[in-house]
């Protein structure tokens, strides 16, 4: 199976811009999460769609958003982009037993806000 | 609510030696306890985890980890450490958010770096 993938893995930003980051979940995952990594900070989770549904989502202003598809492909959004934004942002997939949960990550986007 | 702590920034170890990257949890229940390794412009690696049973938990390339209920933690072990185990540890725990659907917490990361 091929794993988790990330579009773009480079991006360069201006400040006040907007952004959209892309991640195909591994095939049959229904549950998309997305973290931003910072070396201040570590992970802190941003939110999760299942079936193009948020059922959760962490302490992140307005500014950034995200949607799943119905195949499960899932994108965030990044608006009025701030020097704070840079970061490396992973996107991770779940099968979703009702056991455990244990993730899949994709190779993360590196975003730079200049 | 649910959190991990995750005490060194930084392991230093020689190579051959055993090594021990350390975690302590805080939950309320049962804890559902990872490890993850990211390596150098890598997304995160799981390793292993513990859910319940045996508190010896047997992962990935050589590691393992050991589940202490008494002292709420979770430390991740390997024997002989290998120069290639240099990389970013994550611990993390399942932890409940008001929507009452899990996701996972992760601790800060801890830098592990073998010498030759």
């Known amino acids: 199976k091929a794993g988790v993938t990330q579009t773009p893995r480079y991006l360069i930003k201006t400040r006040g811009q907007q952004v959209t980051l892309s991640c195909s979940p591994i095939s049959g995952h229904r549950s998309v999460s997305w973290y931003q990594q910072t070396p201040g900070q570590g992970l802190q989770f941003l939110f999760e769609y299942f079936s193009e549904t948020q059922r959760n989502k962490g302490n992140f202003p307005g500014r950034f958003s995200g949607r799943q598809f119905s195949n499960s492909r899932s994108e965030m959004n990044v608006s009025t982009l701030e020097l704070g934004d840079s970061a490396l942002y992973l996107c991770?997939?779940?099968?979703?037993?009702?056991?455990?949960?244990?993730?899949?990550f994709g190779p993360g986007t590196r975003l730079t806000v200049t | 609510a649910q959190s991990v702590a995750q005490p060194e920034d930084q392991v230093n170890v020689a190579e051959g030696n055993p090594l021990t990257v350390k975690c302590t949890y805080s939950v309320s229940g049962n804890p559902y306890l990872f490890w993850y390794v990211q390596y150098p412009n890598r997304g995160l690696q799981f390793l292993l985890k513990y859910i319940t049973g045996d508190n010896l938990v047997k992962g990935s390339y050589g590691f393992e980890a050991e589940f202490n209920k008494s002292q709420t933690s979770f430390h991740l072990k390997k024997p002989s450490a290998l120069v290639s185990d240099s990389a970013l540890y994550f611990c993390?725990?399942?932890?409940?958010?008001?929507?009452?659907?899990?996701?996972?917490?992760f601790g800060k990361g801890t830098m592990l770096l073998v010498s030759p």
């Open positions: 993390a725990v399942r932890s409940y958010m008001n929507s009452g659907y899990s996701t996972l917490t």
């Open positions: 991770a997939s779940s099968p979703l037993s009702r056991e455990v949960y244990e993730q899949y």
